[in-house]
T-cell receptor, first 111, second 115 residues
Framework: QKEVEQDPGPLSVPEGAIVSLNCTYS??????FMWYRQYSRKGPELLMY????GNKEDGRFTAQVDKSSKYISLFIRDSQPSDSATYLC???????????FGAGTRLFVKA | DTEVTQTPKHLVMGMTNKKSLKCEQH?????MYWYKQKAKKPPELMFV???????INESVPSRFSPECPNSSLLNLHLHALQPEDSALYLC??????????????FGDGTRLSIL
């Protein structure tokens, strides 16, 4: 079993839809949870960063962490064609340098 | 534009060549990373430098040789690479891993092709 599971998609939605992206994990030591967005031929861009459980909102993006279920989510409201990219979840424990990435979900938002 | 700058953006080299990839950041970060990313796969950690000292080597073949000349610069020296080493090589930086975790910020990578 992988430490982090993420459905690679692809996920195709119409413009304006609410997008839900998810990851599950097995290591209860993870405390830090990130979402990265990666456009084709670019490096990953940090979108959201949360510590422990709870919600965090930034504009159209909301990140949720449920440590009891070992489940994290990223919601994108009013999705735009410019949101078409690969979304990587990532997580880490305390005091270390290693970040464990999910496989990435390819998202296509159709105009 | 990212705050982590990588050069060159593209590199084509033969299996007997020697080349270097360069990475620079001016965010005052004290940890720097090299990752390898194959198409449609997540980044794979290769090396971590913390305070200019090699902290993690993920059993990377010796044909990849990292170097951290100062807190802002990170190099990856390449020699006698194999075709399977063709990939996107990403550099990242973070404040520091000591006493807590800080997320990593990535450059746009060097796309490497081995002939």
């Amino acid at each position: 079993q992988k430490e982090v599971e993420q459905d690679p998609g692809p996920l195709s939605v119409p413009e304006g839809a609410i997008v839900s992206l998810n990851c599950t994990y097995s290591n209860s030591a993870f405390q830090y949870f990130m979402w990265y967005r990666q456009y084709s031929r670019k490096g990953p861009e940090l979108l959201m960063y949360t510590y422990s459980s709870g919600n965090k909102e930034d504009g159209r993006f909301t990140a949720q962490v449920d440590k009891s279920s070992k489940y994290i989510s990223l919601f994108i409201r009013d999705s735009q064609p410019s949101d078409s990219a690969t979304y990587l979840c990532a997580m880490s424990g305390i005091g270390g340098f290693k970040t464990i990435f999910g496989a990435g979900t390819r998202l296509f938002v159709k105009a | 534009d990212t705050e982590v700058t990588q050069t060159p953006k593209h590199l084509v080299m033969g299996m007997t060549n020697k080349k270097s990839l360069k990475c620079e950041q001016h965010m005052g970060h004290r940890a720097m990373y090299w990752y390898k990313q194959k198409a449609k796969k997540p980044p794979e950690l290769m090396f971590v430098y913390s305070y200019e000292k090699l902290s993690i080597n993920e059993s990377v073949p010796s044909r990849f040789s990292p170097e951290c000349p100062n807190s802002s610069l990170l190099n990856l020296h390449l020699h006698a690479l194999q075709p399977e080493d063709s990939a996107l090589y990403l550099c990242a930086s973070s404040h520091s891993g000591t006493g807590g975790y800080q997320p990593q910020h990535f450059g746009d990578g060097t796309r490497l092709s081995i002939l």
